[in-house]
C-alpha cells in the first residue's frame, strides 16, 4: 500500500475533545472519526487494526469449541419482557418502534435471543454441550460516553453463550472460556488478570472480569507475580491453580490481609476488556429453553455468557503499547508489520529500489505501507513514529550508495544498516 494513495488523515494537533492517549492518538493517526457521541466511524487504518483483533478472538473461540453465528443488532422487545429485563435494564436500553408499533430495541446484550435460537431448535442433553459465539456491534445509551471507542455507545463485542446439562458441565465451559481468554489477550502481547467480579445487570453468581495492564488503566489493581510468568500460550493450566492466585481491585485489596508476600505482590493499573459470568437457569427457565435428560425429565439448561470488548481492545492496546512520539502496535493487531520510507521519491534510484522491496514482500505475503509522499524526511519520520508500525525501514540516497538500507525497531528505537536483500529475509522468512 502506498500513502500517497491511501485514505490516511494524519491530525497535527491533539485534539482537545480527547482526554486519554488513546483517544487522541486514535484521531491523530487516522484510525477513527466521531460521527455523534460515543459513535465512531473507522478508517481504513482502525479497521484493519479492528478486524486483527476480531480474528484473533474468532481463532481462539473456534479452538475453544465454539460455533460462530450472527444474531440481529434490533431485537423485539418480547424476548427481553419473557426474561423479565425490558424494564429493568432502563435508560441503557436503545428503544425503537417500528411502523406497526411493535417495540424493538438496539441490542446491549445477546441472551435473550440466543436463548430463543436454543429454546427453538435443541430438544436432547445429547446435543449438549452447546457454545454459540458472535461479534456484533451493541448499543448501550451511556450517560456519558468518553474516552472514544472504551467507552462508547455503539461498540463491537464477541460474545458467546455456553448450555450445559448441570453444573458441573456449565463450569466446565466457563473455565474453558477463562483459558481461552487469557490465551486470546496473550496472543495480542497483552497481560490480562482475571478478577472475581460482581455479576451485575447479566445477573449469576460466578464472573471474572479480565483487566489489561497499562499505565494509564482506569482502575488499580494487585496481583500474583504469577500471572506474568506464566506461558498462558505453552504451559498446561491448572485453571483452579489459576483462579486461585491472588487478584483484587483497588476496594478489595488489603494490605494488612494479602495473601501474597510483598515480594509476590504486583500492582498496575488496569482497563476491563472481557467479563465471564456463569448464571445457571436465570434465562433458560423464564424462556422455556429445556431438554430432555437422560431419565426422560425436561431439565432448563444451564447457561453463562461471555464478553470480549473487541473495540475497546484497540483502545486498550493502544492505551499499553505507546511513546511521547505514538502508537507502538505489537506485531500480532499491526495494522502493517512494516513501513517502507522513501526519503527521496525524485530520486529514480531511491524509487526503485522502493518499488523491488514493496513488490518482492507483497509476493512473501508481508503486509507493507510505503511512504512515499513528497514530504519532508523530519516529516515522515515523524508520522511513521505517529502511525507506530513495528518496523521501519529508510531507503535514501546516501544509503543507496553504500548499498544499505536502514531498519528501525519501533519499540526499541534499535537501528541497523543492513543490504536490501537482508531485509528481504528477515521479513520474508
Ligand atoms: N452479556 C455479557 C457477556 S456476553 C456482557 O454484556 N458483558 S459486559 O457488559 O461485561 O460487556 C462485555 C465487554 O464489553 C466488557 O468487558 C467491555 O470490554 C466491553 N464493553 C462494555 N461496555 C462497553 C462500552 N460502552 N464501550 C466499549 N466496550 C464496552
Known amino acids: 500500500m502506498r500513502l500517497s494513495r491511501y485514505f490516511l488523515p494524519l491530525l497535527k494537533e491533539t485534539p482537545a475533545e480527547a482526554q486519554i492517549v488513546s483517544h487522541q492518538l486514535m484521531l491523530r493517526a487516522g484510525l477513527i472519526r466521531q460521527s455523534s457521541a460515543g459513535i ?42 419473557e426474561s423479565g429485563r425490558y424494564d429493568d435494564y432502563g435508560k441503557e436500553m436503545l428503544r425503537i418502534t417500528d411502523r406497526h408499533d411493535r417495540a424493538m430495541l438496539y441490542g446491549p446484550t445477546h441472551e435473550e435471543v440466543v436463548t430463543d435460537i436454543f429454546r427453538r431448535s435443541v430438544r436432547s442433553y445429547k446435543d449438549l454441550p452447546l457454545n454459540l459465539y458472535q461479534i456484533q456491534w451493541k448499543f448501550r445509551d451511556e450517560i456519558r460516553p468518553r474516552f472514544g471507542v472504551m467507552r462508547g455507545r ?7 453463550y455456553s448450555f450445559d446439562l448441570d453444573f458441573a458441565g456449565a463450569l466446565r465451559s466457563y473455565n474453558a472460556m477463562l483459558l481461552a481468554y487469557l490465551k486470546t489477550f496473550r496472543r495480542m502481547g497483552l497481560t490480562a488478570i482475571p478478577m472475581r467480579a460482581d455479576s451485575g445487570a447479566i445477573g449469576g453468581d460466578l464472573s471474572h472480569e479480565f483487566q489489561i495492564l497499562a499505565q494509564t488503566g482506569e482502575s488499580a489493581v494487585y496481583f500474583d507475580a504469577a500471572f506474568e510468568d506464566i506461558d498462558f500460550l505453552q504451559d ?26 510483598p515480594e509476590r505482590l504486583r500492582s498496575g493499573r488496569g482497563i476491563e476488556v472481557g467479563h465471564i459470568f456463569y448464571f445457571g437457569t436465570k434465562y433458560s427457565k423464564p424462556l422455556g429453553a429445556t431438554v430432555v435428560g437422560p431419565d426422560g425429565a425436561e431439565i432448563p439448561v444451564e447457561m453463562g455468557s461471555y464478553g470480549i470488548g473487541v473495540s475497546r481492545l484497540v483502545g486498550a492496546l493502544i492505551e499499553a503499547f505507546h511513546d511521547e512520539a505514538g502508537i507502538c502496535w505489537p506485531e500480532p493487531v499491526a495494522p502493517f508489520r512494516l513501513g517502507l520510507i522513501n526519503l527521496r521519491p525524485s530520486d529514480q534510484g531511491c524509487s526503485a529500489l522502493v518499488a523491488e522491496l514493496e513488490a518482492k514482500l507483497a509476493r512473501a505475503g508481508v503486509e507493507v505501507l510505503v511512504d512515499d509522499r513528497d514530504d519532508s524526511p523530519g516529516a515522515k ?31 526499541t528505537g534499535a537501528r541497523e544498516q543492513l543490504s536490501p536483500d537482508a531485509l528481504l529475509q528477515r521479513f520474508a522468512a
Open 40 to 81: 465512531y466511524s473507522w478508517l481504513p487504518f482502525g479497521y484493519r487494526v479492528l478486524r486483527k483483533v476480531e480474528q484473533i478472538v474468532r481463532e481462539e473461540m473456534d479452538r475453544a469449541g465454539a460455533h460462530e453465528i450472527l444474531m440481529p443488532s434490533i431485537q423485539p422487545a418480547e424476548l427481553w419482557k
Open 154 to 160: 455503539e461498540f463491537l463485542m464477541k460474545d458467546n
Open 236 to 261: 498446561e493450566l491448572d485453571v483452579e491453580q489459576l483462579k486461585a492466585l491472588y487478584a483484587a481491585t483497588d476496594e478489595q485489596h488489603d494490605p494488612a490481609s494479602c495473601p501474597v508476600p
Open 381 to 411: 519520520f515523524a508520522a511513521m513514529d505517529l502511525i507506530g508500525l513495528p518496523w521501519q525501514a529508510v531507503v535514501g540516497p546516501r544509503g543507496l550508495k553504500e548499498g544499505v538500507v536502514e531498519l528501525k525497531c519501533r519499540r
